[in-house]
């Protein structure tokens, strides 16, 4: 202050003006660090990390930036995001997409030949405010996904303006719940009227959120059973006690016993045995890769600070809030009983990134204070949204916009099965039909693309960490994507 006083009585108050946004602008701008040997000596490209603002007071968000290997002047910007909501973006970094990464349960790095940041340069934020290493002016703050998608804007322009990015072509990438941050995320950016407007070229989404009333229930009980996972006794059960009352089930007027009316809605005390008997045969599968094993996973005593993330008990409370969101509990009868989730029990969470990024050295590296306990999935108040509005409404307007949606066919928590389900109800028109494509000569999915710009994509194999399970595939798909070209052209 007695600086400011200083300057004032020897410059105009224009000048003073100039200089207190210079201040402002200090203090609402991101933080840099280059990070020294990050992986331990497996990757000598450049890699930083900082924290991000957003415009709520206190928050701040932090990211992992590893630019291109190749061509970093101009390549475009690729932001990463897991879902949860309240999972770790740096999941995906350090176990999917990034240059050096960890399959799963095996407890080292190793050099990643697919990486995404061949191509692209590659940024992990961890968001909302408090998850993984942010920092929450207000943990007890109840988010939505227009206050994350706004306050998520904010801070990528933080980071674009502190990179000299803000020029770059920028794309979007996630799993799961980024099903929804990313078409919200993308709303905001496209809806946006700042001269310093985001260059969003467009989103790509696997295994993503999408709709409750198809992707959820319904679609885990039919993979379930044609899986051989549920007996065909218990799901014929489950279609007929679970569903509409029987005079409802199959109208004159639609004879597709997996029609929309077909969705769970009547909660009797007999549809809950039999969920409960569902979820007994999902258990002890991994049912994010249904073909995973599931291992034992580390026992600790319940005093070590790792003890919650080792029992997998945000990821199980996720499963259990999606079911009860999904079975739509304002249309219950009031002859119907509270209904009991069929989401299984996960398997045990592979807690190498736990141990990793809560290395006090790692810490250092990476700038951040060493009393933050780092969990991949952290408990935050978020109410759960869907993202249909943005292919009926946005997409239509926007016809430039990239959109593709990819899909692991083992995955049990966002199935493929109800991924075609919800893309069919938009009643788009397909312009290149169902077509293989292939990666070292073997089928490697299939692509579909609809005349209103939205490309379906299968992953053979893979589950819910598509570019985890299958990385020659994923990398298939993702540089295709990038290219604008079908993975089959």
């Known amino acids: 202050l007695i600086y400011i006083i200083l300057i004032y009585k020897i410059m105009s108050k224009s000048y003073l003006i100039i200089l207190l946004f210079s201040l402002l602008s200090l203090i609402n701008s991101a933080t840099k660090k280059k990070v ?179 992707d959820v229930e319904r679609s885990m009980v039919e993979f379930g059973f044609w899986h051989g996972l549920i007996s065909f006794e218990t799901y014929d059960l489950f279609q007929r006690h679970c569903a509409h009352k029987p005079d409802e089930l199959r109208p004159e007027n639609n004879t597709d016993e997996f029609s929309d009316s077909f969705y769970p809605r009547n909660v009797t005390h007999r549809c809950n045995e039999i969920r409960n008997e569902i979820r007994n045969n999902l258990n002890g599968n991994d049912i994010y890769g249904i073909y995973r094993i599931c291992p034992k996973g580390k026992d600790l005593d319940e005093n070590h600070p790792l003890y919650y993330n080792s029992q997998n008990t945000y990821k199980k409370t996720i499963l259990k809030r999606l079911g009860l969101v999904s079975n739509n509990k304002k249309n219950l009868n009031s002859d119907e009983e509270e209904e009991i989730s069929i989401w299984p029990e996960g398997c045990p969470d592979d807690l190498y990134f ?37 292919y009926q409404e946005v997409m239509p307007k926007f016809p430039d916009l990239r959109v593709w949606f990819f899909s692991g066919t083992e995955d049990g928590v966002l199935s493929t099965l109800g991924t075609m389900r919800w893309i069919d109800k938009l009643n788009f028109t397909i312009e290149k039909e169902w077509t293989q494509y292939k990666v070292n000569s073997q089928v490697a999915g299939y692509a579909q693309k609809y005349k209103e710009g939205l490309v379906l994509v299968t992953v053979k194999g893979a589950g819910h960490m598509v570019p985890q399970d299958q990385r020659s595939s994923a990398y298939k798909m993702y540089t295709s994507f990038i290219k604008g070209k079908l993975p089959f052209e």
């Open 354 to 390: 736990d141990d990793f990024l809560n290395n006090k050295t790692t810490k250092e590296k990476i700038g951040v204070n060493e009393s933050i306990l780092w969990s991949q999935c952290t408990g935050i108040n978020y109410i759960l949204g869907n993202s249909t509005k943005f």
């Open 36 to 214: 020294e040997d990050f992986f331990n000596g497996l990757y000598e490209g450049e890699v930083y990390s900082g924290y991000l603002k957003t415009k709520r007071a206190g928050d701040e968000l932090f990211y992992i930036y590893i630019p291109a290997q190749k061509n970093a002047d101009t390549a475009p910007v690729m932001l990463w995001l897991n879902g949860g909501p309240g999972c770790s973006s740096l999941f995906g970094l350090l176990g999917e997409v990034g240059p050096v990464t960890e399959n799963n349960f095996a407890y080292n790095f190793e050099k990643n030949p697919y990486s995404w940041n061949n191509e692209v340069n590659l940024l992990a934020i961890e968001q909302p405010a408090g998850v993984g290493f942010s920092k929450a002016g207000d943990p007890e703050f109840e988010w939505n996904d227009d206050v994350m998608g706004e306050n998520l804007l904010f801070a990528i322009k933080d980071f674009l303006q502190e990179f000299k990015l803000t020029e770059r072509e920028f794309f979007v990438s996630g799993e799961s719940y980024a099903g929804v941050y990313i078409p919200t995320l993308a709303t905001y950016i496209l809806n946006d009227q700042d001269e310093n407007k985001v260059n969003l070229k467009g989103v790509l989404i696997g295994n993503g959120l999408t709709d409750f009333d198809t």
